[in-house]
């Protein structure tokens, strides 16, 4: 069977940047996604089209095709006061923030001063050259349920209310 749009693919992956400085990886245990529902970056997913269970790939994404490019117009300083009191805020932390037209997203303190803190709103990988090496494990027609949902099930972990 090969990976085509509603399949269900499990694969093992490592992800560096261009100099070699592991990102993330599956650590052998096997990641499962629905191809073609945008549940991975459109890089790897296209470059997974059409592969086949036990082929090995190592692919580049440029930023375009993954995260996308840095906008700096996402980063500001705000009001330290801003934040929660309860708990002392440090570099790295993330928070959930309101956007203007109502929706939200996640913010990562890059800088914490005095008087104000500077937050970033770009996904930490945005604007980096990607390299996936990756080993395809399994590949399966998705359920009516996963189809319906947009995402993977594993048995017996996951409810919708």
Do not use: C, W
Not at 64 to 70: N, P
Not at 137 to 146: G, M, P, S, Y
């Amino acid at each position: 069977m090969e990976i085509a749009h509603n399949k269900v693919v499990t694969i093992d992956y490592t992800l560096t940047d261009l100099a070699g400085n592991l990102i993330d990886s599956s650590q052998n245990s096997g990641f499962a996604y629905l191809h073609g529902a945008g549940n991975i970056i459109p890089g790897l997913e296209d470059a997974l089209t059409g592969k086949t269970a036990g082929e090995e790939l190592d692919v580049q994404v440029a930023p375009e095709h993954a995260y996308g490019m840095r906008d700096e117009s996402k980063t500001q300083v705000i009001p330290r006061d801003t934040f929660p009191t309860e708990e002392p805020v440090a570099q790295g932390m993330q928070f959930h923030a309101e956007l203007p037209n109502g929706g939200m997203a996640v913010v990562t303190v890059t800088e914490v001063g005095d008087d104000e803190i500077t937050i970033d709103g770009n996904h930490p990988l945005a604007g980096i050259d990607l390299s996936f090496s990756v080993k395809v494990l399994d590949i399966r027609d998705a359920t009516d349920e996963e189809l319906q949902h947009g995402h993977v099930h594993r048995p017996g972990d996951h409810h919708h209310d």
